[in-house]
Each structure stands twice: as C-alpha cells, then as structure tokens.
C-alpha cells in the first residue's frame, strides 16, 4: 500500500512539473521556415522569407553593439521585406521579430558597406566661395550632408540634385566633396574652390611698341597702368589711366554705351557681352558683332554680321581640357600650359591681358568687350608657351614663331612675361610684362 501511495504521489509531482515547464516556455515564434539573407549592403532593399509574417508584428537589427533599429518592415503571408537604414554601421546583427513584448531572433546577417546611391552625377569644376552650388545627380534625399574639406555643409534637394553654399570662411584650394548619408559617407569627386575677383589695375612695361607711343599717349615713360572702378551691382563702370587713356561706360538696361566712343554692347542675364557694335577699320562704317559661348560658358567666337567665317576681322578661340588651345584673329596663335599656375575664374584670359597694348593699338573694341564680360569661363591655368603665326621678315615666309611665358601669382597679383622681342611681330604683339592686380569681391 506505501509502495502504491509513493507512486501516486511522483506522478502527481510530474504532472504538475510538466505544466509549470510549458507556462515558462511563453508563446511560440509565429514564423516558419524562416530565411535570413547572410549579408546585404547598407541602404539595400532586403526580404527575409518566411510563412507566418502579419500586421502588428515588427522587425529590427539588433547589432552586437549599439541600439536596435526598426526596419520599418512591409509585412506580406510569405516575408519581410525593408531597405537597411544608412544610420547602420558595417558589421553582423540579429534579426528580431517582435509582437506586444514577445521577441524571437530569426537569424543574423552580415551589413556591408553602402554602395554610392547617386548616379548620373556632375560635379562643378569650381566653386566660388561664398556662392550658392549645384552638384546634379539623380539620388539626392533630404537629410543629406555634403562635406567640403573638413566643413559639413546643409544640403537642400532639388529636382536635379542638391544645392549647398560655400563657406565664406574656406581657404582657396582643391577639396574632396563628399556625401554622408547616416553613418555613410561616399567621396564624390574634387573640386576646386576661388575667391571671386574683379580685375584692378594692368600694368604694362618692357614693351617696345609702347616705348614708341609713350609721348602721344602722355607718358612720360614706357609704362602704361589701367584702373578698374566698379559699380555696386559689379559692372564695370570706369577705366582710367596715368596717361590720355581713359573710357567710362554708361547702362540703359542690358546696352552699354562707351562715352565718347562709337562702340555699344549686349549683355544677357548672365552679364556676358552677345552682341556689339564697332567701326571698320577700312570704310569707316558701324558693323556689329555677334559673341557666341559654347555650352561650358567658354567665349568661342566674335564674328562680324554679314562678313565670311574666315574674314579678317572675326576672333574664334579653341578650348581643350578646360584650357584657351588657340584663337584666330587674321592669323593664328597656339597655347600650352605646364598647369603650375591657376587662372581667376570669371574674370579675363591670362593671355589676353599679357597682350594689352596690342589690343589697345588694334581692336580696342575687343579689349573693352573682354573687360566688361561677367560670369564668363577662362581657361583654368595660365599658358606657358605661345606658338603664332608670324612672318620671316628676311624672306617674307610665313613661319611659326615659339615664345615662353613666365608667369608667378602673389599678393592677389599676376605677373605675366613673355621673353624675346616679339611673340608676332606680324600681329603686332610685342614681348613685355604685365602686372595684373585683382581684388576680392
């Protein structure tokens, strides 16, 4: 009889153990079958497959180390599927399923870096400092940051891409530009950032025309200096002399007018010069000129209206790799640069400048035209050697004439030089110095 009572009493005991035990267990993982991928980029779009997934249930990555994210998952009958967030950093995670305040690890994934989300990307060769700029690109999101150098800059998105303001307290110089996103960051490309400026003074000397020309123009030695004035909104007001040189311009809306002179230009919106008038050399009669761009915003052609493409009076200039390569005006000069020294953007040809008093004593009203363009691309270094056309003086051939230029930039001052006599003497474009002050707008 003890013996049965004993054997009751254990099976009693492993009845009410059982229950207990399956009371601690709690509810079972709703999900079956379930399929983690083991790994996926950051920023991808991932489904972890599965029978059992429904509304009120939520996923998240649980990293070994750090705080669990909500993936903010789309739940269907046969998965999960959600886009990694870029807050992620690289490294395994949990998935979590959780419902009211039960939890079940599905499995775990391996994140990998994110791959770059802006495609059809285009990047400004420079920014002005200070300015508002566009980088284009299709995959721009709100909450993007754009880092220049060491400064984080606040992005707005627009319909081609996003838009960020240089600081006004960042050094001239080349950057990395960079995108962050979250924890993600992806190096766009580099861009070099300038002070916008407006040429000051030129200052002409070692010229051998000039030397010639130095009483009628009043001076009383072989040195010519030009000064800029400008009026508020940065147009050119006023060019004076230490000589008889002198112009003052005069606006009537988008015309300019030149006192004194019968020369009158068009601007567009952009300030640049589209049309001009002028006198021929030859008969005395008004001619006007058409200024074309290409679609870099380069000064590709003044052409007179009416008159063959290759006529005397037309200028055209070539551009290659962002530098002035040659221009034709009767005849012909060519360019190279050693990319030691870069140009002011905006502003005007490094070379056109070393020939100011050639263009003073020949197409003046060129000269103005350059002067009085705004927002006007320029090659981005200053040449270093010219090769032009010119004529052999003893046989009366015509020859290609190789000229040097040397070239420095201190104090917000280019100095340019070309040596030997003449670069053309054909031309009319003699060796000297010019001393080009800017200052900062």
Known sequence: MKKLISMMLMLCAFITFSACSSDDDGPTNPISNAVVPTSAKIGAEVTVQGSGFAAGQTLYLQPE????????????????????????????????????????????????AADNPISTLSLPGEMGIGEEVTLTGIGFAQGDKIVVGD???????????????????????????????????????????????????????????????????GLTEGVLTLNMSYNEDGTLKEITSNGSLGWVFNYNGKTVSVENNPYTYTLDDQGRVISSTGMDMMTGDEVTYIWSYDPNGYLTSVKQVGAADD????????????????????????????????????????????????????????????????????????????????????????????????????????????????????????ANKVVVKYKNK
């Open 151 to 217: 400064k984080t800059l606040e992005a707005t998105v627009t319909s081609d891409g996003v838009k960020v303001t240089i600081p006004a307290d960042l050094a001239e110089g080349e950057y990395a530009v960079s995108l962050v996103r979250g924890n993600a960051s992806w190096e766009l490309g580099k861009v070099y950032a300038f002070q916008k400026r407006q040429v000051e003074s030129i200052t002409v000397s070692d010229n051998e025309a000039l030397n010639q020309y130095a009483p009628v123009l």
């Open 65 to 112: 180390q750090g705080t669990e994210v909500n993936t903010n998952a789309k739940m269907s009958a046969n998965g999960a599927t959600f886009t990694i967030p870029y807050t992620m950093t690289e490294g395994k995670v949990n998935v979590v399923l959780k419902t009211g305040n039960d939890s079940w690890t599905l499995g775990s994934m391996t994140l990998l």
């Open 311 to 430: 006529a005397d009076a037309n200028f055209l200039s070539t551009y290659t790799d962002g530098n002035l390569s040659a221009y034709t005006l009767s005849l012909t000069n060519e360019f190279t640069t050693n990319k030691s020294i870069r140009t002011c953007p905006n502003t005007v040809e490094p070379y056109y400048l070393l020939n100011t008093f050639s263009w003073l004593i020949t197409r003046d009203d060129l000269f103005l035209g350059f002067l009085l363009n705004r927002n006007v691309k320029v090659s981005t270094y200053v040449i270093n050697q010219v090769i032009a056309d010119d004529i052999d003086m003893a046989t009366g051939d015509m020859i290609k004439a190789t000229t040097g230029i040397e070239s420095s930039f201190e104090n917000n001052a280019l100095t340019i030089q070309s040596t030997g006599a003449a670069i053309s003497q054909a031309q009319g474009i003699y």
